[in-house]
């Protein structure tokens, strides 16, 4: 079975960094590409970053300046480093196993695999 499992969320303020991890499980980890999305409430789900198996990255251009995906093959994870947080960075994050390479990476159609999210408020 598999399962992507998340951690690191919460609350911070304003300016402050936080760091998300995904735990993957019952599947060859080193061969997917991973996904990172956010969703605030009343919005639909938004690409955050990508990161392929050989580690090139992809970000959200409105975010790309302030965040770091990564990962760690040996322990199975995959990690967003998110820095300089604001209010609008305020939502939902999901960790994601891409499944359907014909679509885009930032089209969350295209992740089969989701990670259960977390809240990541950030506070003004």
């Known amino acids: 079975q598999v399962q992507l499992v998340q951690s690191g969320g919460g609350l911070v303020q304003a300016g402050g960094s936080l760091r998300l991890s995904c735990a993957a499980s019952g599947r060859t980890f080193s061969n997917d590409c991973m996904g990172w999305f956010c969703q605030a409430p009343g919005k639909e789900r938004e690409f955050v970053a990508y990161?392929?198996?050989?580690?090139?990255?992809t970000y959200a251009d409105s975010m790309k300046d302030r965040i770091t995906i990564s990962r760690d093959n040996t322990k199975n994870t995959v990690y967003l480093q998110m820095n300089v947080l604001n209010s609008e960075d305020t939502a939902v994050y999901y960790c994601?196993?891409?499944?359907?390479?014909?679509?885009?990476?930032?089209?969350?159609?295209?992740?089969?695999?989701w990670g259960q999210g977390t809240q990541v408020t950030v506070s003004s």
């Open positions: 990161i392929s198996q050989l580690g090139g990255t």
């Open positions: 994601a196993a891409r499944s359907d390479y014909s679509l885009p990476k930032s089209n969350p159609s295209g992740y089969y695999y």
